[in-house]
């Protein structure tokens, strides 16, 4: 089974950083779909960022509107991790984030943002962020 592991969470003041990142045990990565939900205690899981393939050598991102303009989704294919580069921090933002990967049989821009179409997700890493 594809392995997915999350690291670089911590406890950080608002208006801080942090970069996540996710490695994947796969043999083609470039062909996944790779997502970043977030779940606060007591709330429903939530989705953050997503990068796709949408056509020849092209990659589409897609953004929820909390983290537009504050978090980027990026990935090294050749490292076989993708990254989630988080600025201005709120402690809104304070949840457990974990990463989530599929191949798509085709690009459907549309099911981004739906847990239920990944089939592999880590463990998740704690991100805090105080006020």
């Known amino acids: 089974q594809v392995q997915l592991a999350e690291s670089g969470g911590g406890l950080v003041q608002a208006g801080g950083s942090l970069r996540l990142s996710c490695a994947a045990s796969?043999?083609?990565?470039?062909?996944?779909?790779i997502a970043w939900f977030c779940q606060a205690p007591g709330k429903e899981r939530a989705f953050v960022a997503a990068?796709?393939?949408?056509?020849?050598?092209?990659?589409?991102?897609d953004y929820a509107d909390s983290a537009k303009g504050r978090f980027t989704i990026s990935r090294d294919n050749a490292k076989n991790t993708m990254y989630l580069q988080m600025y201005s921090l709120k402690p809104e933002d304070t949840a457990v984030y974990s990463c989530?990967?599929?191949?798509?049989?085709?690009?459907?821009?549309?099911?981004?943002?739906?847990?239920?179409?990944?089939?592999?997700w880590g463990q998740g890493t704690q991100v805090t962020v105080s006020s």
């Open positions: 796969v043999r083609t990565f470039s062909a996944y779909t």
């Open positions: 990068i796709s393939r949408s056509g020849m050598s092209q990659y589409a991102t």
């Open positions: 989530a990967a599929n191949v798509p049989r085709i690009y459907d821009p549309s099911k981004l943002r739906d847990s239920n179409q990944y089939d592999y």
